[in-house]
């Protein structure tokens, strides 16, 4: 890791230790949006790590945002940073004007004169809403919304994190871009890994040390080759997804300027963050069954912090495309466009 990934991840561990609590979290479950944290994350200038200097940012790259991503994913930060992050690249990529706040993704392709934006996270708060469009074009067409949106229908997914359909009333700005059009879905799945990971890594260190402290029949429960066995599963999915995810990431900040979303095109980032998003998933099934099982029935109760983890990771596998779906993307590329087939692509990355 790099001098400046080291100082990036240092950053974040320290602000959410300090910042945000289990009662925190509750409260944000409850609709309290946690205005300290978010003015906190905008002072660190997290929501504009890839942005040039001249627009803010830090200059940034896609490692230095896993950094980012990952431990957010740990501490199950309840506020839409990597929606942020990715809606200010994209509006700093199409030259349009970036909006201070949070920002809404819109998570699948719209128009230009879209009417009702489904599933925003934390569509709510968001300052601007930011997607891409579905005409066709080979290129990209970023739209920009005006918000906070007056009229909003308040929802969530499993987490209660806020997942909001959104009425506009507005014109969208416009900006083309040479980013693919299916940028958000890619690039969304991306962070996603990114937070799973985090999540994960953070139910493996509750499972160790619940393992550890737990006694039963006279010795702590680690001590029995059944638990060894489990939380040795459950590190190995950590270790993979881990893996897998700083793969996906390093792929995108080597990426080329003109990356077709292609799963397969060289210079292309898609076939690692397709991997990452499967092998995540797949570890973001199994491991959450693996954490609770260890720490009994103790682990489905409210007030244990678990539950702000697993459930966060079985929401987020959920979206930006679920593992089965990319695994299928994966497989037709494979079929159908790739000469060869899976071991040239395998090897030539």
């Known amino acids: 890791m790099s001098e400046a990934r080291s100082m990036i991840a240092d950053t974040v561990e320290r602000l959410f230790s300090e910042s945000l609590d289990q009662e925190d979290l509750a409260r944000a479950e409850n609709g309290v949006w946690p205005t300290a944290l978010w003015h906190a994350i905008e002072e660190t200038g997290l929501t504009r790590a890839l942005l040039r200097p001249e627009h803010g940012g830090a200059d940034g790259d896609w490692l230095d945002v896993f950094e980012i991503a990952r431990a957010l994913g740990r501490h199950s930060v309840p506020l839409p940073v990597v929606e942020t992050i990715l809606a200010t690249w994209l509006l700093e990529r199409a030259e349009l004007d970036i909006p201070d706040g949070p920002l809404g993704l819109v998570p699948h392709p719209t128009t230009t004169t879209a009417t009702r934006l489904q599933r925003i996270p934390w569509g709510r708060a968001a300052r601007a809403y930011v997607g891409l469009t579905n005409d066709g074009r080979t290129d990209g067409q970023v739209v920009c919304f005006s918000g906070p949106s007056p009229d909003v229908a308040a929802g969530c997914n499993i987490a209660l994190d ?36 985090g999540a994960l890594e953070r139910i493996l260190d509750q499972s160790v040390q619940y393992a550890t402290e737990r006694v039963q029949f006279g010795r702590p429960i680690g001590n029995f080759q ?14 993979e997804a881990t893996t897998a995810t700083e793969i996906a990431f390093r792929a995108a900040a080597e990426a080329r300027p003109n990356a077709t979303g292609e799963i397969g095109a060289e210079g292309d980032p898609a076939f690692e963050i397709a991997c990452a ?12 069954r693996i954490a609770h099982q260890v720490h009994g029935a103790i682990g489905f109760t409210y007030e244990h912090s678990l539950h702000f983890s697993t459930r966060r990771l079985w929401a987020w596998r959920a979206e930006f495309g679920l593992a089965e779906e990319w695994a299928a993307d994966l497989g037709t590329a494979v079929q159908h466009d790739l000469v060869g087939g899976i071991w040239p692509l395998v090897t030539s990355r």
Not at 226 to 239: C, F, S, T, Y
């Open 162 to 197: 806020a997942r909001d359909t959104v009425t506009i009333r507005e014109t969208a700005a416009v900006g083309t871009t040479t980013v693919a059009p299916n940028t958000v879905r890619l690039y969304g799945a991306l962070l996603r890994s990114g937070q799973m990971t």
């Open 226 to 239: 059944i638990i060894q066995q489990e939380l040795a599963r459950l590190a190995g999915q950590v270790a």
């Open 277 to 288: 998003k499967v092998v995540v998933g797949d570890a973001a099934e199994l491991g959450p």
